[in-house]
């Protein structure tokens, strides 16, 4: 495998159930980042997890829980979502951090809460 | 905080027709400008980074220019395939190393 994975590509859950997100960097990069994008909305920064540091926007709600253990491996835990919270969820890795501005990004996990 | 404002909001051209995408920025102090290029049901993929005003890079039918206010892909006699979602983004010093992405522009390139 190459790049950057993500599992699930897509995942339906209700409000009240538990789920998680996982990401995968195969690149040896030390820094990876959780972004959220929403239709007609920029690239939202949500989490970036690196040898220096741990970075969160604070404007993300805490039902979104970051995990890294170790640089190689990325999650994001999901409970008790809202409908608002249906986006694409993208993983991204880069070399150093701070970064360049190249990330490397998977493909995604569509989320839908119902 | 920084901003990154994208225009036109979506493109349609014909085959071979060149144009350019417009990325304003307002930045404290730029440590550089990305763009990167979105395919449907993808995540990003980085094309460039410009760093200051003047610099020029290119790859294939694209190239990007950057001065203080703002840059532009121009693409060149476009293909079908150049079809994509092109977003611009911005680390701008404010932000610490957060990159500010702007709302991209969708470009259809029809045979």
């Known amino acids: 495998e190459t790049g950057v994975t993500q599992t699930p590509r897509h995942l339906v859950m209700g409000m009240t159930n538990k789920k998680s997100l996982k990401c995968e960097q195969h690149?040896?990069?030390?820094?990876m980042y959780w972004y959220k994008q929403s239709a007609k909305k920029p690239l939202e920064l949500m989490f970036v997890?690196?040898?220096?540091?741990?970075?969160e926007n604070n404007s993300v709600p805490s039902r979104f829980s970051p995990e890294c253990p170790n640089s190689s491996h990325l999650f994001l835990h999901l409970h008790t979502l809202q409908p608002e919270d249906s986006a694409l969820y993208l993983c991204?890795?880069?070399?150093?951090?701070?970064?360049?501005?190249?990330?490397?990004f998977g493909e995604g996990s569509r989320l839908t809460v119902l | 905080e920084d901003q990154v404002t994208q225009s036109p909001e979506a493109l349609r051209l014909q085959e071979g027709e060149s144009s350019s995408l417009n990325c304003s920025y307002t930045?404290?102090?730029?440590?550089?400008l990305f763009w990167y290029r979105q395919d449907p049901g993808k995540g990003p993929e980085f094309l460039f980074t410009?760093?200051?005003a003047g610099e020029e890079k290119e790859k294939e039918r694209l190239k990007a220019t950057l001065t203080k206010k703002e840059s532009f892909l121009h693409i060149t006699a476009p293909k079908p395939e150049d079809s994509a979602t092109y977003l611009c983004?911005?680390?701008?010093?404010?932000?610490?190393?957060?990159?500010?992405f702007g709302e991209g522009t969708q470009l259809t390139v029809n045979p």
């Open positions: 991204a890795s880069s070399s150093r951090h701070p970064n360049t501005g190249e990330l490397f």
């Open positions: 690149l040896g990069h030390n820094a």
């Open positions: 997890y690196s040898l220096e540091e741990r970075v």
């Open positions: 930045v404290s102090g730029l440590r550089g």
């Open positions: 410009l760093y200051s």
């Open positions: 983004a911005v680390n701008g010093g404010t932000s610490g190393s957060r990159l500010t």
